[in-house]
């Protein structure tokens, strides 16, 4: 079955950085787009970044951009979120998901908290 698992959450200091990563299983990872989501308390969830089959990232949301960078290693089933300039509002589940098939998988995912 399709499994996505993250690491690399943790507490971090405003300013520090944080690398997430999402190994998969259960589907040609190789073949499928790739996103980042995060869900802070009492929020809906949104969408951090994607990313293409050959790595291209797509899509970053504004609170991302110039911050974080999503990129992949197709060799080690393997998704990261580099998140570096982290701030206080970063603070957040964060998910790794593929649409495969007719619906959406997710992680359990990995919490990060921002805070001195």
């Known amino acids: 079955q399709i499994q996505l698992v993250e690491s690399g959450g943790g507490l971090v200091q405003p300013g520090g950085s944080l690398r997430l990563s999402c190994v998969v299983s259960?589907?040609?990872?190789?073949?499928?787009?790739m996103s980042w989501y995060r869900q802070a308390p009492g929020k809906e969830r949104e969408r951090v970044a994607g990313?293409?089959?050959?790595?291209?990232?797509?899509n970053y949301a504004d609170f991302a951009e110039g911050r974080f960078t999503i990129s992949r290693d197709n060799a080690k089933n393997t998704l990261y979120l580099q998140m570096d300039s982290l701030k206080p509002e970063d603070t957040a589940a964060y998910y790794c998901?593929?649409?495969?098939?007719?619906?959406?998988?997710w992680g359990q995912g990995t919490q990060v908290t921002v805070s001195s």
């Open positions: 998901s593929v649409f495969h098939d007719i619906r959406r998988y």
């Open positions: 259960g589907f040609a990872f190789s073949y499928r787009a």
């Open positions: 990313i293409t089959t050959d790595g291209l990232p797509t």
